[in-house]
Structures are given as C-alpha cells and as structure tokens.
C-alpha cells in the first residue's frame, strides 16, 4: 500500500518562499517512476483545487493558473521524492497542501483531476500572513 508525508509547510510571510516535499513509501511492484504525483490545496471554506502535477518518466509539468510562475513541481524517483518549491507567496495561497500519487497515467501527461489519484497524503499546513 503505498503511502505519502508531505512537509516542509509552515508560517511565512507574503512574498517568502517555501519547499514542501512528498516522501512515497510503501511501493510493491512499480517505483515511484510509475505514478503521476499531484499537489492539491484546500483553504477553510474552499473546495480542494489542484495545484500541480508531474507526469512520469519526461517529467511534464502542469500548473494551475493561479501558481504559474510561482511554484515549481520536480521528482527526485532516486530518493522517492516529490517536491513543490513555492516563491512570492501570498495570502491566497494559505491552505493545506496535499500530495498524491496516480497510478494510471503510466506515459501520459498528468493531469490536475483529484479522481485520479487513488493514494494521498495527510496533508502540511502552509501559512502565509504578516
């Protein structure tokens, strides 16, 4: 059963930076390679929204709008790894951060669809205030 740790979050000024990683443990036959990892975020009173996503193998990234430019997603598969490093942060981007793994875009570009992944995090909490 496969199993994911966020951290990294924490309390930070707007305009500051942070770099949340994704530990994936848990693997029985395929390595991380395999899966399509995503970043989600949920703020108090808000629907969970896809953040960003890395494809296997190439790598391809996607972003949401509102993190283009700012955030960048990257995979370390030696280290089992998924990182989300985050520059001119805002208050906007207060909420939850939750990585998971999908296990069915084996050669495909990932996409930004929570019904996608069947393996989640517990999710780090990421703070931006004055």
């Known amino acids: 059963h496969l199993q994911l740790a966020e951290s990294g979050g924490g309390l930070v000024q707007p305009g500051g930076s942070l770099r949340l990683s994704c530990a994936v443990s848990?693997?029985?036959?395929?390595?991380?390679?395999?899966?399509?990892i995503g970043w989600f975020r949920q703020a108090p009173g808000k629907e969970r929204e896809g953040v960003s996503c890395i494809s296997t193998e190439d790598g391809r990234a996607d972003y949401a709008d509102s993190v283009k430019g700012r955030f960048t997603i990257s995979r370390d598969n030696a280290k089992n790894t998924v990182y989300l490093q985050m520059n001119s942060l805002n208050e906007e981007d207060t909420a939850v951060y939750y990585c998971?793994?999908?296990?069915?875009?084996?050669?495909?570009?990932?996409?930004?669809?929570?019904?996608?992944?069947?393996?989640w995090g517990q999710g780090t909490q990421v703070t931006v205030s004055s």
């Open positions: 998971a793994a999908d296990p069915g875009s084996f050669k495909k570009m990932c996409r930004m669809k929570s019904t996608l992944y069947d393996y």
């Open positions: 848990g693997f029985t036959s395929a390595s991380l390679d395999y899966y399509a």
